[in-house]
């Protein structure tokens, strides 16, 4: 019963190291590349709204960079603490690629990321504009290791085990494994979505509470645009990783879908009570033929079952099934509220555009013609890719038990035989460190837009229009 809770706990503590870790990778990722387009549009207009919008949101990609890095080594602690049978097993594989991560992306970030913060009026134009966008391709390269590790152990591939340890005979297979592709397209996507809800969230606060300045309205704008054109192909994306994970790994999607029985004419669930004693569902309401025709593309399409996943024993070979089932529905939830609300917000923007400014106005109407109640709304939505990012990871990594690599090593085979109270007492810790530093970081956050607002950026940004800052063009005739 000990070694069953320290698994559990072990599970536990690391889905809670990493849900808070990815939260901030998530940001930096896609921040990186919007502060290079705010640089470039500022070097190539010389509009200083620009260049306001940078030095605001580079404050907010620093704060994420640092807040990344610490949990990101912390979580790394846990291979050796926590669940020294996986590199054990299969370190020979995930202890280069971790490599790579290093040196190919962590080096590059590092070594430029001072020059993004603090090189703005310090050195060339075009030197600080080579930092960001290199910094940008950092995060970049440091997302694709990591998801080849974790694309690798769902779909395995270029490897061979030797007296159970795995060692890799083709890096190239090992690399561009089957899923991984998918998983790489998919996760930037949520991280564009994340930041551009990010800024039109917190860009939306900034107007409420009375910051009327330029650049609000040029972020405001660029958030609501990225949203509007990224949403429906990542909804696109999704379905792709979803016909992949069918090739795969059927047994999860038979979980995400709450089907217990093979057959054609699978109903797609909008909500149920799945009941793993009874292996059936409660208060089913669905879509007749839903499923199958989103997976098999036809009403007749046969749809894998949870019940084909039974040891002889009767022992279920497949995830638990409510956390896979709920938390995809809310992952597809929440991009749908994106692409609801930022659908919306174009159609008015584009309206107040079509009609001309002032014509459009009155008592309902605030920024770039946006409804106030669509204004407001923005801003719970400020971290709505948070909500959708780490749904769709506990989809994916919930539902890949009970293995921890498919198909080579389990979960239960990589734990730590510690005693449980000893997990115990360093999960309360990080629960309650984790929870007052995301408190802190969202409480940073609405101070700086705070500030912003009562003009705190006012005499750094009066410095570059009147010329006391540099302000160099990328073309030097202009």
Known sequence: MEAFDTLLLSRIQFAANISF????????IALGWVLL???????????????????????????????????GITMS???????PGFMETVGN???????????????LEAAFVGIMLFGFSRVPAWLHITATAL???????????????NSWMHTPQGYEMVDGVAYATNWWEVIFNPSMPYRFAHMVLASFLTVSFLVAGVSAFRWIIGDRSRDVRATLKTGVAIAALLIPMQIFMGDMHGLNTLEYQPQKVAAMEGN??????????????????????????GVPNGASIILKHSPEGVVPGLNDFVAADGTPQHPPVAPVFWSFRVMVGTG?????????????????????????????????????????ALVPMAFSGWVATLAGWYTTEIGRQPWLVQGVMTTDMAVADVPAPMVVGTL???????????????GVIAYLARKAARGGDARADSMIHSGKAPVVALNPAE
Not at 21 to 28: C, G, V
Not at 77 to 83: A, L, P, R, V
Not at 93 to 107: D, N, Q, S
Request: proline fraction near 4%; aromatic fraction near 20%.
């Open 260 to 285: 217990w029985e093979t057959g054609p004419n699978v109903p797609l669930l909008l909500f149920a009570l799945p009941d793993e004693q009874a292996r059936d569902n409660r208060f089913e309401i």
């Open 93 to 107: 594989i995930a202890g280069p690629l971790l490599a790579y991560e290093v040196l190919t992306a962590f080096f």
């Open 336 to 376: 749908f509220a994106m692409l609801a609300l930022s659908w919306s917000a174009v159609f008015f923007m584009w309206r107040r555009r079509s009609r001309h400014q002032g014509r459009i106005g009155g008592h309902w109407m605030a920024v770039e013609g946006l409804p106030k109640p669509l204004l407001w």
């Open 135 to 149: 910094v940008a391709i950092g995060t970049t390269l440091s997302t694709f290791w990591i998801i080849v590790l």
């Open 37 to 71: 387009f705010f640089r470039l549009r500022f070097a190539r207009t010389g509009d200083d709204k620009w260049m306001a919008a940078y030095r605001f949101w580079v404050k907010v990609f620093a704060l994420s960079f640092a807040m990344g890095v610490v949990s």
């Open 428 to 442: 309360v810790a990080y629960l309650a460190i984790y929870a007052a530093l995301l408190i802190a970081y969202i």
């Open 21 to 28: 870790h990815i939260l901030f990778p998530t940001i930096t």
């Open 77 to 83: 602690f846990q291979f050796g603490t926590n669940w």
